[in-house]
């Protein structure tokens, strides 16, 4: 599976954006895929993973109510709305799937650490200024 991210851009604070997700395939074996993000100096964490059987959503408590995950059968694309940036949304947001069952999206409980991910997009950069 290749997946490649797109969309980010700079928005001011208050903005929205919505990044894409496009995978070369959506197969049986990919039960999620996931959104990262990595700012600088910092750890990459999970934003929000959507499961491919029953649109399950999981969201992080800093993005809960201001981001929408949402996917697309028919373009083989997840997406990502993004609303109400703040300056602490300025990340690289990657997307990632799981095709082995790890990630545990389907809980709503959590997305499961980057190592339950084994496909990765190269990131796209997300910019919200003050």
């Known amino acids: 599976v290749q997946l490649q991210a797109s969309g980010g851009g700079l928005v001011p604070s208050g903005g929205s954006l919505r990044l894409s997700c496009a995978a070369s395939?959506?197969?049986?074996?990919?039960?999620?895929i996931g959104w990262f993000r990595q700012a600088p100096g910092k750890e990459r964490e999970g934003v929000s993973c959507i499961t491919s059987n029953d649109d399950t959503t999981y969201y992080a408590d800093s993005v809960k109510g201001r981001f929408t995950v949402s996917r697309d059968i028919a373009k083989n694309t997840v997406y990502l709305q993004m609303n109400s940036l703040k300056p602490e949304d300025t990340a690289v947001y990657y997307c990632a799937s799981d095709s082995r069952g790890l990630s545990r999206c389907f809980t709503k409980k959590g997305m499961g650490p980057r190592g339950d991910y084994d496909y990765w997009g190269q990131g796209t950069q997300v910019t919200v200024s003050s």
């Open positions: 395939r959506f197969t049986p074996d990919i039960y999620a």
